[in-house]
């Protein structure tokens, strides 16, 4: 019996030198194995992102590697996901830019931005970390009842990032709305996963379930967002 096949959008500039821009496609192929799906990658630059390239994408996944060279490209990927219920996942740059998205396109805070690619930004929704994260693992605290948390079968995690940005504290209530709401959060209490209900499939996480595959282990997030991207 074939597989059912499924093409993923990695939405980001590639670079061998970025550990996750390694990682993904090995982590969406023990997906795959996994889900049972033939998952086909095809990574689309931040400043290739049309109609042409996201036409036929079973799942997007906007990838770590931020700034990217097309900030507004990312976006509409994001949007084109979100607004068309095409299952998505973002980790790390991925979750900085889907938090803005968000807030720029559903709440309409138009001045939502990013400190990293505007450093003099009036509403940065996406700060430096009081502690920065490169390199680091962590535990992180599954929200009960999230389906973040069912995946996971679990109350928390430890997982591995390399970020210095994250969601803005102080902010970050102007966003979290109710459908879009927090999935995860670290041991302080400081967002870490955020989901969106309503949707087929919207998680977006700081931290990067792709780096498993670098220790030969399939991640049980990566797998449902396979599931999701094949069932659609």
Known sequence: MSMAKVVIGLVGDYHAGIK??????????????????DVEP????????????????????????????????????????????VPFLGSCGGFQHAVIEYARDVCGIAGADHAESNPVAALPLVAPLA???????????????????????????????????????????????????????????QVRAVELDGHPFFVATLFQPELSALAGRTHPLVTAFVRAASSV
Not at 20 to 37: F, N, T
Request: proline share 3%.
């Open 131 to 189: 502690c920065a994260l490169v390199g680091a693992r962590g535990i992180v605290r599954l929200v009960a009842g999230t389906r973040l948390a069912a995946i996971y079968e679990a109350a928390e995690a430890e997982e591995g990032y390399h970020c210095s940005y994250g969601l803005n504290p102080a902010l970050q209530a102007r966003i979290l709305d109710g459908a879009l709401h927090v999935a995860a959060v670290d041991v302080e209490g």
């Open 20 to 37: 996750a821009h390694v990682a993904i496609p090995e982590a969406l192929a023990r997906a795959g194995a996994a889900a049972g799906a």
């Open 42 to 85: 095809r990574w689309i630059g931040s400043d290739a992102v049309g109609e042409t390239t996201l036409a036929g994408l079973g799942g997007v996944w906007c990838v770590p590697g931020s700034p990217y060279v097309d900030m507004d490209g990312a976006l509409r990927a994001i949007r084109w996901a979100r607004e068309g219920g």
